[in-house]
């Protein structure tokens, strides 16, 4: 058998035991598919964790999320408790606010709203929001002056210098035709009506009587006496909202439940007369439609 002298034959000499040939002999890591002892420390796969050690873990990491203050909940629904007291003190300063610059502080407010009007944006919510800041009767007032100085000064710009450019839009419009007609025969009860009824938004409706044979004084009055009854209505829900705030904030209101309640029913008092009279207006004005 001279195999094994054969491959004793093979084996490397020993003068080429260098740090490179023994880097790449058969025993090293890179060559060899058994690693040795020292090169398996590196090659070792990580340890697998049991898996009660991952429940503490995940036990541990649930503690510690619940620990955490919860600020999303419980800032929301004390935001929510906290609104009515801070609308309360936001209607209370700038109602001082107003009141402190005196009757400038009013005249600020009707620019506003009449600059609103004239522009034609719809000025329901700075109507009620008069109800908020001022109350029922405050309010009326300043938006009775509001609505009737916007209603002029559309009149004056319609009648005066955008005559031409009003008259075609309306051109061949028979229910603007009818109108003109009735106005024509008296302006003041005519225009009253409308005011009173549905039939030409409000903002619309001041810049097409500037285009009828009515006169000035007799619109504007006509105007202010029609617009008075919707702009209580409108004020006075404004004032039960005001009304609401307070009774549920710290400020309460003078006469406790009893004074909101007497402005519940005044304001659906106000809502049924309001609803009356339109419908009484538009029987009155049928020819027209």
């Known amino acids: 058998m001279r195999l094994p002298r054969i491959m004793h034959s093979m084996r490397p000499p020993s003068s080429l035991s260098s740090p490179l040939s023994l880097s790449l002999s058969p025993s090293s890591p890179l060559l060899s598919p058994f690693p040795s002892s020292s090169s398996s420390l ?12 991952l429940r503490e873990t995940k036990k541990a990491t649930l503690r510690k999320a619940s620990n955490v203050p919860r600020t999303s909940g419980s800032t929301t629904a004390r935001g929510a408790a906290r609104a009515p007291d801070q609308i309360n003190a936001f209607l209370t300063q700038f109602s001082d606010f107003i009141e402190g610059y005196g009757p400038a502080g009013y005249a600020l407010f009707v620019l ?8 034609a944006i719809p000025a329901i919510p700075l109507t009620m929001s008069a109800g908020l800041l001022f109350g029922s009767v405050t309010g009326t007032i300043i938006v009775s002056i509001s609505g009737t100085m916007a209603a002029a000064v ?15 839009l309306v051109e061949g419009n028979k229910k603007f035709l009818a109108i003109d007609k009735a106005i024509g025969e008296n302006g003041f009860w005519v225009v009253t009506l409308l005011r009173l009824s549905p039939l030409l938004p409000f903002s619309l409706g001041n810049y097409l009587y500037g285009l009828t044979s009515v006169k000035f004084l007799p619109y504007v009055l006509g105007s202010w006496l029609g617009m008075l009854p919707g702009t209580w209505a409108y004020v006075s829900a404004g004032a039960f909202g005001r009304a609401l705030i307070q009774e ?8 406790g439940n009893g004074q ?9 008092f106000t809502a049924v007369a309001a609803t009356y009279v339109t419908r009484l207006a538009k029987d009155a004005i049928k020819d027209i439609e």
């Open 42 to 53: 590196l090659l070792r796969p990580r340890r697998l964790r049991p898996l009660s050690s």
């Open 112 to 119: 506003v709203y009449a600059g609103l009007e004239i522009l």
């Open 154 to 168: 559309a009149f004056l710009i319609a009648r005066y210098f955008a005559r031409e450019r009003i008259l075609k």
């Open 248 to 255: 549920e904030s710290d400020v309460g209101l003078p006469g």
């Open 260 to 268: 909101l309640l007497t402005l519940g029913l005044g304001l659906l």
